[in-house]
């Protein structure tokens, strides 16, 4: 098990493997490390795979950990996944959009933080949570599609999400 945080804010940290065995990565495990580029993950792992760059937890439903220093400006969730876990995406300031598939349901705390190039995203209709300061140092955002058709079960950080939308200028 990879604890939550437990590699946060390591600087120098540039390419992780993870081994067969591993069974669970914690919530923010590789946020803050501007320079990790890669991370590995064995073609039969039971558990974990990475597609396009980003780390994914097949059993969860759940995309984990897209690598601060990727070079990607254009993403787009695999269809399957359910969950956006918290710091996902913090700090990956090339990522321009994000592309989420209709069958997401939640987008955990702090998700997109610190993609300061992140211009546009659709929300899909399926999603029922937001979590709290999801867009927080989105300072690029110009484009928020709202697809949703039923009321949003939860949305802890709304007063926080408004804020952060006044403060980019909507």
Avoid at 51 to 77: F, N, S
Avoid at 79 to 91: E, P, T
Avoid at 157 to 163: I, K, P
């Amino acid at each position: 098990c990879i604890g939550t945080e437990a590699f946060k804010g390591c600087k120098s940290l540039e390419r992780v493997v993870l081994p067969e065995g591993l069974k669970d990565v914690g919530a923010g495990a590789f946020s803050e490390c501007p320079k990790l580029k890669e991370i590995v993950v064995s073609d039969v792992h039971p558990a974990f795979s990475v597609e396009d760059g980003v780390l994914i937890d097949r059993q969860k439903g759940l995309l984990m950990c897209c690598p601060a220093a990727l070079e990607t400006v254009h993403y787009t969730v695999p269809q399957g996944v359910r969950a956006i876990a918290d710091l996902a995406f913090s700090g990956c300031g090339a990522l321009e959009s994000v592309i989420l598939p209709e069958g997401l349901e939640e987008i955990d705390s702090n998700a997109f933080d610190g993609c300061t190039a992140l211009r546009t995203l659709s929300l899909p209709s399926t999603l029922r949570t937001l979590g709290s300061y999801v867009f927080n140092n989105c300072t690029a955002l110009e484009e928020l599609l709202l697809r949703w058709e039923r009321p949003i079960l939860a949305v802890p950080g709304m007063s926080e999400f408004v804020r952060d939308c006044r403060r980019a200028g909507y």
